[in-house]
């Protein structure tokens, strides 16, 4: 069996070092939202089961457009704190302007990545959504997260099951098509497109105990599904790496009316949708 010491030599001479490979332009931004909207009832989940609450001391890494760190700010109350860290300074600017429009006085956003983030305070709880599979190395990754929790306290991840196409019935052959050309660019794209399905083993080899575990999967369907537009805006956000791998989609422009495309043959069929499942896990220290 390939182990994540083995996968991780591959990675280096793959040169992914850990690269976001969708960047960060203002349209990948835009899907950043609308996924943090779709995404955060699950990792709210996710929070409350590693115990987040009023008073605590939490950091977000990889904290993007702040969908994450907003929602812990919630949680731990005006008497807590939440510091997201993020490699880019654009959507670091995009993250704090939004905790200022929603009255996160909580919040402290920081440019740094974990591998080099230091903090005279320990942290509470340190989570991540959508972040161990863009690291070259996963295990590390892991070790300096977890240098920064408390004796006691937790370490917690949402990521997404990339090896589990969407899925639809009656079947929808532009939905799938879509889902299928998403995980193309991730299974080529991503340095550890299948984390989420080797936590067991990438907590273990990084000498953290078991993590316990759940899995939820996104379904909609009918006229209003915000899927439409997320499947989308990931497949757009997604191009360049398709383009990279050989397969080019026409003109710049080609996407534009993909989002209503999919809309209508769902609607049309009649069929409920399915996006990849979602694996949420944590321990604590």
Request: charged share 20%.
């Amino acid at each position: 069996m390939e182990t994540f010491a083995n996968a991780r030599e591959l990675s280096k001479r793959a040169a992914f070092e850990g690269d976001y490979v969708l960047g960060h332009s203002q349209r990948e931004i835009r899907r950043l939202t609308i996924q943090g909207t779709l995404l955060r009832p699950i990792t709210e989940r996710l929070m409350r089961q590693v115990n987040i609450g009023p008073g605590m001391r939490v950091l977000d890494l990889g904290c993007g457009a702040g969908d994450v760190s907003m929602l812990a700010a919630e949680l731990v109350g005006p008497t807590g704190s939440v510091v997201g860290i993020d490699r880019s300074a654009a959507v670091l600017d995009v993250a704090s302007q939004r905790a200022r429009l929603a009255g996160l006085k909580q919040i402290r956003f920081e440019q740094a990545a974990v591998q080099n983030y230091s903090s005279d305070e320990s942290f509470d709880v340190v989570i991540g959504r959508y972040i161990l599979h863009h690291q070259s190395d996963p295990v590390d990754f892991l070790r300096s997260a977890a240098r920064l929790v408390r004796p006691g306290g937790g370490i917690a991840f949402h990521e997404i099951r990339v090896v589990q196409t969407a899925d639809s019935l009656p079947y929808v052959p532009l939905w799938q098509l879509a889902g299928n050309l998403i995980e193309t660019a991730c299974r080529s794209g991503l340095p550890h497109y299948d984390v989420s399905n080797r936590l067991i083993e990438c907590f273990f080899e990084a000498g953290l105990p078991q993590p316990h575990l759940f899995c939820e999967t996104l379904i909609g369907g009918g006229i209003d599904s915000p899927l439409y537009a997320w499947m989308a805006e990931s497949l757009r956000s997604f191009l360049p790496q398709l383009a990279k791998i050989g397969f080019a989609l026409g003109e710049p422009g080609v996407l534009e009316a993909f989002e209503d495309n999919l809309r209508a043959a769902v609607v049309e069929a009649r069929s409920q949708i399915v996006a990849p499942a979602q694996v949420c896990c944590w321990t604590r220290m």
